[in-house]
């Protein structure tokens, strides 16, 4: 059973950084989409950042300059290191890996930003 699973969220205050992790099981994160989406209280999901398998990388204007997403292929992960934080970055956070008609999501982790 495929398995992404996040971690490194938490509570940091405006201005801090924290790096997520989604680390994959039974399939080669290389090989797929990933992207990282976030969830804020009574907001829809939004895509907040997206690496290619060939490497490309695209943001949502509200984390460019501040987020930046990246893979480590020797141990199957995707990271998401978050800089210079603002409290309208509150949300929970989930990794999604997709290819083809494939789609597979994480548990999500929890990043609160306090003013």
């Known amino acids: 059973q495929v398995q992404l699973v996040e971690s490194g969220g938490g509570m940091v205050q405006a201005g801090g950084s924290l790096r997520l992790s989604c680390a994959a099981s039974?399939?080669?994160?290389?090989?797929?989409?990933i992207g990282w989406y976030r969830q804020a209280p009574g907001k829809q999901r939004e895509l907040v950042a997206a690496?290619?398998?060939?490497?490309?990388?695209n943001y949502a204007d509200s984390v460019k300059g501040r987020f930046t997403i990246s893979r480590d292929n020797a141990k199957n992960t995707t990271y998401l290191q978050m800089n210079s934080l603002k409290p309208e970055d509150t949300a929970v956070y989930y990794c999604?890996?997709?290819?083809?008609?494939?789609?597979?999501w994480g548990q999500g982790t929890q990043v609160t930003v306090s003013s």
């Open positions: 999604n890996a997709r290819r083809d008609s494939s789609s597979f």
């Open positions: 039974r399939i080669t994160v290389r090989f797929y989409v």
């Open positions: 690496l290619s398998s060939g490497g490309s990388t």
